[in-house]
């Protein structure tokens, strides 16, 4: 499978400019034969957690979503897109009358009719600026068939814990898609973690950078794709870039027959271990926002 993955310059809020930048990247993609675009994270409202939270209008939601589908639909190309979206009662989060809608940051990955195929809200938030204006998640990842390659969903800071890409390797998955929002000064994090993050579990990992400044953050692009082995498909550098890389089951299966990681854990150990660190929560999601 030919997958492609965008890293560019959002427009805070100007989702009209951000939309006409996506629906480019996919019209590229698609003239070079890509199954499917990785967008970076919240791109089509652009990456600024404070003004999101005070100036987008939830409401807005539906319609650009349905505009991100029209995407797919014209260009004949899957899809995966980042956005806030409402958290649900199960959340923890509530909506009650007199208090404002509780937010996630999600991904989707729509096919190229536009219908979704895959779901997935962030777990681990980074920074205080997204804590005050999202909340975890606690969900984990799921994985669907898709292009014969069992595809699953991370965003941005799940990457770099190795037990998010652990979960999705552990319930089949052989592709991780990463939207990811990444400031400069953390090269580290798609030349190493991305990178390891692929090797300890052996599948295809994609991570789509923006590039640029946005409100105050400034982004160095450098989004990668890596295989199975930890070897690098394809690389960004600082500005706009479309990248391609060919994806497949076969080296996911050749590692994992090589060296059978997934097959040699001892999960029930590891939680033993865990049960008796000092501070440890009786039980998983806990310490969630």
């Not at 939601?61 to 009662?89: D, F, H, K």
């Not at 052996?202 to 990668?224: I, K, P, R, W």
């Amino acid at each position: 499978m030919l997958l492609s993955v965008l890293q560019a310059n959002a427009v805070v809020l100007d989702v009209e400019a951000n939309l006409r930048t996506l629906d480019d990247g996919a019209r590229r993609a698609a003239q070079e034969g890509a199954h499917v675009l990785l967008t970076p994270e919240l791109f089509p409202v652009g990456y600024a957690p404070a003004r999101l939270r005070a100036e987008l209008d939830p409401a807005r939601l539906p319609g650009i979503r349905e505009q991100l589908a029209g995407i797919a639909r014209r260009n004949g190309i899957a899809l995966v897109y980042s956005l806030p979206a409402v958290a649900g009662a199960d959340s923890g989060g509530g909506q009650g009358a007199d208090r404002a809608p509780v937010w996630h940051i999600s991904a989707s990955l729509v096919d190229a009719s536009g219908a979704e195929l895959l779901s997935y809200a962030k777990v681990h938030l980074f920074g205080d600026e997204e804590r005050a204006a999202f909340i975890a998640a606690a969900q984990p990842p799921a994985v669907v068939d898709f292009q014969g390659i069992r595809t699953s969903l991370l965003i941005c800071y799940d990457i770099e814990f190795p037990e998010a890409a652990r979960a999705a390797a552990a319930r089949g998955a052989e592709l991780l898609l990463v939207p990811t929002a990444l400031s400069v000064g953390f090269d580290a994090v798609p030349q190493v973690l991305v990178r390891a993050r692929a090797l300890e579990s052996q599948l295809n990992v994609a991570y789509a950078n923006h590039c640029g400044h946005e409100d105050v953050y400034t982004f160095g692009g450098g989004s990668v794709v890596a295989g199975p082995d930890g070897a690098l498909l394809a690389q960004g550098g600082a500005g706009p870039d479309l990248l391609f890389a060919d994806v497949d089951t076969a080296g996911v299966q050749r590692a994992r027959n090589d060296v059978p990681y997934l097959r040699e854990r001892r999960p029930d150990l590891y939680r033993e271990w865990e049960a008796g660190l000092p501070g440890t929560p009786d039980r998983v999601g806990d310490n969630q926002a």
